[in-house]
Structures are given as structure tokens and as C-alpha cells.
């Protein structure tokens, strides 16, 4: 549940966007309430999730795997550029 402190940040971010005058993180203007909420959550530190008991998912192994292959295709890339 929401503390009061939670609350109040949330309904200042919410009266912000109402007026106008909500930003997000690279300057521009909050057009979209949806947007609104998500900035005002993350804020008052409601949308954080919870630490779960340490298991690791495939998606998490096979994101550093891609990510390998992708580091040396750009070093052969740059080295044939080099030989030109």
C-alpha cells in the first residue's frame, strides 16, 4: 500500500501534468496521462519491483550470448575497412 508520502508525490507529479508542465527525463513535455502515471509511480518509488529468491531466467543467458556475437562481427567489420 502507498504511504502518504507516496501519495502526496503522486498527486504533485499528477497536478503538474495537469498544468502543463510535467517533463520527462530528456526535456520534453508529458502529453500522454499514461506517461503521467508511469513518472509519478516510478517517483514515489511504488513501480519497483520486489528482489525475487535469485533464479535466473534463459531470456537473461541468452541476451549476454547475442550480445558476444555481436561485438566480433563489428571488430571484423572494421578491420576489413581498414584493409580497403
Known amino acids: 500500500m502507498a504511504t502518504a508520502k507516496q501519495k502526496s ?23 500522454s496521462r499514461k506517461q503521467a502515471i508511469a513518472i509519478a509511480m ?13 533464479t535466473r ?4 543467458s541468452s541476451r549476454s550470448k547475442a550480445s558476444g556475437s555481436g561485438s566480433k562481427a563489428r571488430t571484423s567489420r572494421s578491420k576489413s575497412k581498414r584493409a580497403s
Not at 9 to 15: A, D, E, F, I, Y
Not at 57 to 60: D, I, V, Y
Open 42 to 54: 516510478s517517483e514515489s518509488g511504488q513501480s519497483r519491483k520486489k528482489k525475487s529468491g535469485g
Open 9 to 31: 508525490k503522486v498527486s504533485r507529479v499528477m497536478r503538474e501534468h495537469k498544468e502543463g508542465k510535467l517533463a520527462s527525463g530528456s526535456g520534453k513535455k508529458v502529453k
Open 57 to 60: 531466467t534463459k531470456s537473461s
